[in-house]
């Protein structure tokens, strides 16, 4: 299949129905309707919601869970440069035929219902590893929970990575609000792992786990983590139970960043519960050779991917508040002579909290992303400059990395980032 005929009928599909978030599954259980309810026919599941790391979290399960034998279906967003890389399994893309097959199955369907690109990729995902008979699928849910066109599941296992500010005008505008959002993958009966304690985050998640009568496990309250040693390929961890014993000895993640600390916690209390609450029995050896090999295994990119060595570059997805705040301490962490940022954002950010948490120290090359959503590269220079940062703007982003290598010296070090749609322009 011609990859022009996959872009061309992507381009006619995401033409037929409004870009609309609706707080609702009406849409989507409609849509679903007409491929015959596969949510009802799908294998266990387990569902992954948060602020940040609920990609990192569902491909670092997924890898484990390849890894035991399992045909293992994994649905994440956004995509960076590639449509497919939303539904995959085994760590393999969906094929163009399937894409396009699905689009000109139910175009129909999809003009009557009006659907959303998001709930309509939710569709297709949910029908690929119906038609596919995974055995297990890992589903990362889109901003929210309750709401959530994914959270029509009922998964074996319910896993929620954090709370941060992050698309409050939908979600809410404190993290008591937003957690409640996010609660709602919480459902009947069936346990839910959350990856970090918050003051006021974990109230809320301990009384819709009541009511809904779901064990509810904090991984930090089982673990503590300790890592050893980190390179752009691989992080190295001890992994501690509450008794200080050691129970994982040079636990290797092949992952790099600070944070990806706390998603190997959330990943590593989410396999145990699967092996108190299934008759999964996942080993320590495949444990290690799942998360040892995460990225090869599942495809993963847009974390901390290394882009040239002299200078170095990197980029990273981190968006929010809390992301920003992780790259910001990871740069610092970093030996470099001068930094360089290709800084590009989308309309809808808080920006004067976003530039509050970036270095001012650094060369910056304000540019935009190649969305409609993307801020003008001027308006963010204006802004920026008011606030005191330093640099010029560049209409796209390659023109503002091309002219960051040119001006670097070996030593120095040049990050790419603001935005999921930046990375996506350089992975």
């Given amino acids: 299949m011609d990859s022009a005929a996959l872009t061309a009928a992507l381009e006619q599909f995401e033409g037929l129905y409004p870009k609309t978030i609706e707080l609702s599954l009406g849409r989507i259980e409609s849509v679903l309707e007409t491929l015959g309810r596969p949510q009802d026919k799908l294998p266990p599941t387990i569902h992954v919601a948060g602020t940040n790391g609920k990609g990192s979290t569902a491909h670092l399960i997924a890898a484990v869970l390849q890894e035991h034998g399992l045909k293992v279906g994994l649905y994440t967003s956004p ?7 939303r539904i995959k399994i085994n760590g393999n893309y969906i094929s163009e035929n399937a894409v396009i097959d699905f689009i000109q199955n139910h175009q129909t369907a999809v003009e009557n219902i009006q659907p959303s690109y998001f709930e309509v990729t939710v569709a ?5 590893f119906r038609n596919e008979k995974v055995d297990i699928a890992v589903i990362e849910t889109g901003l929210g929970g309750e709401t959530d066109s994914t959270n029509i599941i009922e998964p074996i296992l319910s896993v929620i990575t954090n709370v941060s500010f992050d698309h409050v005008g939908v979600l809410g505008n404190t993290l008591t609000a937003i957690s409640t959002v996010k609660s709602g993958i919480i459902k009947k009966n069936t346990p839910v ?25 904090f991984a930090n309250d089982i673990f503590n983590i ?13 992994i501690f139970n509450k008794k200080n014993e050691l129970i994982f000895e040079k636990l290797a993640v092949q992952v790099f960043g600070n944070y990806q600390s ?44 290394v882009l040239n060595e ?9 968006h929010n508040e809390a992301g920003i705040q992780n790259i910001v301490e ?29 270095p001012k120290d650094a060369i910056y090359y304000f540019t935009r992303p190649n969305v409609p959503r993307g801020l003008s590269e001027l308006l963010l220079k204006e802004k920026a400059t008011q606030k005191g940062f330093k640099g010029e703007s560049y209409e796209s982003v390659t023109i503002a990395l091309n002219t960051a290598k040119t001006a670097a010296a070996m030593e120095d070090l040049i990050f790419v980032g603001g935005s999921s749609f930046v990375v996506a322009e350089v992975v």
């Fill in 79 to 85: 995509h960076y440069r590639d449509f497919r890389e």
């Fill in 124 to 128: 297709m995902a949910f029908d690929y």
């Fill in 193 to 217: 792992v959350i990856g970090e304690k918050h003051s006021e985050t974990m109230p809320v998640f301990i009384k819709k786990a009541a009511k809904e009568t779901a064990s509810i496990t």
């Fill in 226 to 238: 300790k890592k050893t040693s980190e390179s752009f390929k691989s992080t190295v961890f001890d």
């Fill in 262 to 305: 706390k998603n190997a916690l959330t990943t590593l209390a989410s396999i145990q519960k699967l092996n108190e609450t299934t008759n999964y029995n996942i080993s320590e050896t495949t444990i290690r050779k799942g998360l040892k090999q995460v990225k090869s295994l599942t495809n993963m990119i847009g974390r901390w991917d």
């Fill in 310 to 318: 002299k200078p170095l570059i990197l980029t990273d997805s981190g």
């Fill in 330 to 358: 990871q740069l610092k962490n970093i030996p470099h002579e001068a930094l360089h940022i290709i800084l590009g954002v989308v309309n809808d950010k808080d920006l004067d909290k976003m530039l509050s948490l970036l």
